[in-house]
């Protein structure tokens, strides 16, 4: 079963959050925590080989659809809203277009149902040259990441999955093995006669190029309800570079 922290515990509105690659159910804690504050009961998940979730050499689209399905089940959710950023996103159409019984709005942020090239390839070489055996704070991982990636604030993103394996060494919590060898995955377009007519809001990051304007035909063909907006001031992290916005945005059609 998927880890999960759930806010607003009881609450009347079902929403689920889907984190994107690299990521964990701690990066939508602030905006969680908001949601609940308006009456919603939000279910943030970490998906397989991510945060505390399980750990599995089997990783795609399909199984982690699969593994939300149980979700669903175990928690009996019927009719929740869900929202998924980029990996999130793509792992959200998947599930809305196979379960849309289980899916009474969707969200997704800042991805296409198209194929991504891979382009995580310097995030990849920094996180696998840290060999933790050598390493005794996380200043000392930073400096290793930094020799691959320049933008700190997707620095300090990744090590957010930082923790004590034992009182003396430092770990990933993602599976940084299993999604190394499976990074094709993550680019994988959403099956062609797949295809969702509830109602869909994609959002995207003005200064991200994740969406394009020639990526609406696509959306529109297996989304067929869907709107756009642009999250001024925001690339691909929308939500925590413009999180007011994005906020305002999510609740407005939520709450429509």
């Not at 970490?46 to 750990?55: I, T, V």
């Not at 196979?98 to 198209?114: F, G, N, R």
Request: proline share 3%.
């Amino acid at each position: 079963m998927l880890y999960s922290k759930i806010e607003g515990a009881g609450n009347t509105k079902k929403l689920v959050i889907i984190h994107g690659f690299l990521g964990m159910s701690d990066n939508w804690k602030s905006m969680a925590i908001k949601w609940a504050e308006i009456g919603f009961e939000v279910h943030s998940v970490d998906l397989r080989n991510h945060g505390r979730s399980f750990h599995s050499e089997d990783f795609s689209y399909e199984i982690m659809a699969n593994d939300l399905k149980e979700y669903f089940d175990f928690h009996q959710l019927n009719q929740a809203a869900v929202l998924g950023h980029s990996m999130g996103g793509k792992t959200a159409m998947l599930f809305a277009t196979l379960y849309p019984e289980l899916v009474k709005k969707l969200i997704i942020a800042d991805i296409a149902p198209k194929y991504y090239p891979q382009h995580h390839q310097n995030i990849l070489k920094g996180l696998n040259a840290i060999d933790f055996k050598n390493i005794s704070n996380r200043n000392e991982v930073e400096s290793i990441l930094a020799q691959y990636i320049a933008e700190a604030g997707t620095r300090q993103f990744l090590m957010k999955n930082l923790y004590w394996v034992t009182p003396e060494q430092l770990g990933f919590r993602f599976n940084l093995k299993v999604l190394t060898d499976k990074i094709e995955e993550i680019g994988k377009a959403l099956p062609y006669e797949n295809q969702f007519n509830g109602t869909t809001l994609f959002l995207r990051g003005e200064l991200s190029l994740y969406i394009i304007d020639e990526d609406w035909h696509t959306v529109k063909h297996h989304f067929p309800n869907a709107t756009l907006k642009t999250i001024p001031s925001a690339g691909h992290w929308l939500h925590a570079e413009n999180p007011a916005v994005f906020y305002q945005e999510c609740v407005s059609f939520l709450l429509e």
